[in-house]
């Protein structure tokens, strides 16, 4: 069966440092987005994309972040200068139609 | 902004009784959907509600959409300890998905 994967599963960087996550999305999905997971909280909408922009982003998503899908396979998530409130566990999910989503096992980001 | 909120925040039950959880939106919603994640996981979709006062049903499981499409409801019946985890409704506009604050299902054997 098809899944969303993420790489790395943890990672620990400095505050100040920048970081990408990387997805990649199920073969035949159009729509991808990035959520984020504060320890023990609800899951947070940060971005959707879909044919090569971005669709709606949330308060989140400021200048500090950015989406790119380089290929037709992958989809990353940039941090420029990562603090210390970034740290969560940050999943991609993708869908094909806009109703079910996918989602990746996460990328757990500590900022020390 | 658009706010979800479900209660309880924390349920816990002995293996057979059943356990529900509300979802409550601060906005009319033009669908809802649960997620399931378990502990460790990441978010498992389980169903979407579209129409006013629609109910689905799968398995042991039963979802609800208010008539004012504003509330939604997950009702488990005899929970198994296959069932922990935390359940999350989320409305869901054109481009996202607002989580609600999810309910922990712990689950006694």
């Known amino acids: 069966e098809p899944e969303v994967t993420q790489t790395p599963s943890h990672q620990v960087t400095q505050m100040g440092q920048e970081v990408i996550l990387r997805c990649v999305p199920i073969?035949?999905?159009?729509?991808f987005y990035w959520y984020r997971q504060i320890l023990g909280q609800k899951v947070e909408f940060l971005v959707s994309f879909y044919n090569n922009e971005i669709s709606e982003k949330s308060e989140i998503f400021d200048d500090q972040f950015s989406v790119e899908r380089p290929d037709g396979s992958n989809f990353t998530l940039k941090i420029r200068s990562t603090k210390l409130e970034d740290s969560a566990m940050y999943f991609c999910?993708?869908?094909?139609?806009?109703?079910?989503?996918?989602f990746g096992p996460g990328t757990r980001l500590t900022v020390l | 902004g658009q706010q979800v909120m479900q209660i309880p925040q924390y349920q816990h039950v002995q293996e057979g009784e059943d356990f529900t959880t509300y979802c409550n939106s601060s906005?009319?919603?033009?669908?809802i959907q649960w997620y399931k994640q378990r502990p460790g996981g990441h978010p498992v979709f389980l169903i979407q509600l579209v129409k006013s006062g629609e109910v689905k049903k799968q398995k042991r499981l039963t979802f609800q959409f208010g008539e004012a499409k504003k509330n939604s409801s997950l009702h488990i019946t005899a929970t198994q300890t296959t069932d922990v985890g935390t359940y999350f409704c989320a409305g869901a506009g054109a481009n996202n998905l607002f989580f609600g604050t999810g309910t922990r299902l712990t689950v006694i054997p």
């Open positions: 073969s035949n999905h159009l729509y």
């Open positions: 999910a993708s869908s094909d139609a806009g109703v079910e989503q996918f």
């Open positions: 906005t009319t919603l033009s669908n």
